[in-house]
């Protein structure tokens, strides 16, 4: 069974910076592509950042050059830097992952696996 586990959440002044780490375990994975959501109180879940097995990534417009979304080696490990946070960028980060599709996905759906959330929040 796989689990995604996220990492590296915490409080953050405006400004300043987070790493979230995202790792998939199990039984034996191989991630076709894996990302990261966020939803904040009050919003919907929404779309942030994507990497696949090939490396291709795609960010949504409101995170382009501040987030930066990379993988380890073993492709198992997906993270999330952080940069020049705002105070709306606070929210709960999801990580999802899909095991053979590595097709960039922008919705929940096009996602088989997810975390449990970490909790970011940016102070003002």
């Known amino acids: 069974q796989v689990q995604l586990v996220e990492s590296g959440g915490g409080l953050v002044q405006a400004g300043g910076s987070l790493r979230l780490s995202c790792a998939a375990s199990g039984r034996t994975f191989s991630s076709a592509k894996m990302g990261w959501f966020r939803q904040a109180p009050g919003k919907k879940r929404e779309f942030v950042a994507a990497?696949?097995?090939?490396?291709?990534?795609y960010y949504s417009d409101s995170v382009k050059g501040r987030f930066t979304i990379s993988r380890d080696g073993a492709k198992n490990t997906v993270y999330l830097q952080m940069n020049s946070l705002k105070p709306d960028n606070t929210a709960v980060y999801y990580c999802a992952a899909h095991g053979n599709d590595e097709r960039i996905g922008v919705r929940d759906s096009d996602y088989e696996y997810w975390g449990q959330g970490t909790q970011v929040t940016v102070s003002s």
């Open positions: 990497i696949t097995w090939r490396g291709l990534t």
